[in-house]
């Protein structure tokens, strides 16, 4: 097999040839950093690259394979977006003010893929403690989409979807607060699926707003995603809002047909601003799931519109307290140049910051304001209560709800830096889901202008089967997953 063509295999491909010992785990491993090495000054998707280490994970992999011991996800190169800990290896959140961080454990998750071995080759830049959409919040640089380098890839997981797109691992691990895994997948032509709120650990995810963050899967297709749910998902002790359950085996959900699914397309959805060709491929790709034999409903959620609203209160509160803890003193940056304690956590915050996490702190500290509270705090609280009964009325007849995932294709680097507000609303339909803590994916479903567009699938809270049914069905009645970007 030729070298060159094993990093854009899927990881089930990978599995299959690691298992007949037609590659070895140092092959694929070699092979990833190659082709990063040929082509990251391009795509820029890594803020940290693990050479060393993957060859040393790499090889013990190849051991663990040869005693006949192999794990779905064993000898596999994958990427950790940089705000997930990684004991011994940077986790900088691409933030000046964690920059020199090394963080003496590892994620539960980290923990989950490294018990079945897997190899890591780096770390996803994105957006600054994961604020934004463009991976142009970054204190370190912006990310390029592989489909068009003067494209952003979205964000603020644009690290690991350009990364995953570019074929510069085989998977890597996303966090979604509002949309940061499901927004850059469908950017980058890839998978993403943000699961239900609790369903994996986030011990050792850098918290951003607690009640919303979750951590999911980027991948190629929609069967290694299922093999990376099966690897993460499932209680831990260690996350006080961890699901007491036990997750099913998500490979089982795939192959099926859509035969009695109710599957219902809400008009607000189609948002006003959405491209005609993004318009133009949701809806060819609700007529496949038609076709596929799901019964397909109209449906409203009227609320839909005050979601954006919500989440820009709720999400900067509840940053707000959590980046309280960057004093300059426990861990970070620390500027030492200040003659007292007040100037001193002044300097180091006003110097370790980027301007959007500034922002946020200051909305959130403001909504959280003495006077403020009630009608800003608690009035989003309510709707939120509001939000979440709407999605809970519309599942009672309904087994999923599909949407485009983002309102446009990728746009131009620069393009939404000077307005907030515009970047805003590129999670206009995924943050919903973060509201309500229900699953949702991005599946590949077409393209436009010769730029990927996907398709969101929503679930019932613990609904993954049917979205992973759903997805996969029209994965396997599409192409679209089998393109790859031309970087
Ligand atoms: N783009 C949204 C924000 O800036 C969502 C980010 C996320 O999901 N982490 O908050």
Request: proline content about 5%; hydrophobic content about 40%.
């Amino acid at each position: 097999m030729d070298a060159a063509t094993l990093p854009a295999l899927t990881i089930h491909e990978a599995r299959s040839l690691l298992d007949s010992r037609q590659v070895s785990s140092v092959d694929l491993t070699k092979a990833v950093l190659e082709r990063i090495a040929q082509i990251e000054d391009r795509v820029k998707a890594f803020v940290t690259v693990t050479e060393d280490l993957a060859v040393e994970q790499a090889e013990r992999a190849d051991a663990r394979i040869a005693k006949g011991d192999a794990a779905p996800l064993t000898g596999i190169p994958m990427q950790l977006k940089d705000n997930m800990a990684t004991r011994g290896v940077a986790t900088t959140c691409s933030s000046k003010m964690l920059e020199n961080f090394v963080p003496p454990y590892d994620a539960t998750v980290t923990q989950r893929l490294y018990d079945q071995s897997a190899v890591l080759v780096g770390k996803g830049n994105l957006d600054e403690f994961a604020m934004g959409s463009s991976t142009e919040n970054s204190a370190f640089f912006p990310t390029r989409n592989p489909w068009d380098p003067e494209r952003v890839p979205g964000g603020s997981s644009g690290g690991p979807a350009a990364a995953v797109a570019a074929s510069e691992c085989f998977y890597s691990l996303g966090s979604d607060t509002g949309g940061s895994i499901r927004q850059p997948a469908s950017l980058c032509g890839v998978v993403g699926l943000k699961p239900t709120y609790g369903l994996v650990s986030r011990y050792g995810l850098v918290a951003f707003a607690s009640s919303l963050d979750q951590i999911g899967p980027i991948t190629k297709d929609v069967t290694d995603c299922a093999l990376v749910m099966n690897a993460i998902a499932g209680h831990d002790p260690k996350d006080s809002t961890s699901l007491n359950i036990e997750a099913p085996d998500y490979t089982n959900a795939l192959g099926r047909d859509l035969e009695g699914l109710r599957i219902g397309v809400p008009t607000e959805y189609f948002v006003k601003g959405m491209e005609p060709g993004v318009e133009d491929a949701t809806r060819e790709s609700i007529e496949i799931l038609s076709q596929l034999g799901a019964e397909v409903v109209e449906m409203s959620l009227p609320h839909t519109s005050y979601a954006l609203a919500v989440y820009y209160i709720l999400a900067p509160s509840e940053c707000s307290a959590n980046l309280a803890r960057y004093d300059g003193v426990k861990y970070g940056f620390s500027d030492r140049e200040a003659d007292t304690m007040w100037d001193a956590l002044e300097r180091t915050r006003g110097r370790g910051f980027g301007p959007e996490v500034k922002r946020r702190i200051m909305l959130g500290t403001y909504a959280l304001s003495a006077g403020y509270y009630d009608a800003f705090y608690l009035k989003a609280q309510r709707v939120r209560t509001i939000i979440r009964r709407e999605f809970e009325n519309a599942f009672e007849g309904l087994d999923a709800i599909v949407s485009a995932t983002s309102p446009t294709v990728a746009f131009e680097l620069g393009a939404k830096t000077a307005d907030p507000v515009q970047m805003y609303l590129s999670d206009v339909l995924t943050l919903p889901a973060n509201i309500a803590g229900i699953p949702g994916m991005s599946v590949p479903a077409g393209m436009s202008d010769g730029l990927p567009v996907g398709l969101q699938v929503l679930g019932k809270a613990l609904g993954e089967e049917t979205i992973f049914r759903i997805a996969h069905a029209l994965e396997q009645a599409t192409e679209w997953h089998k393109m790859r970007a031309s970087v």
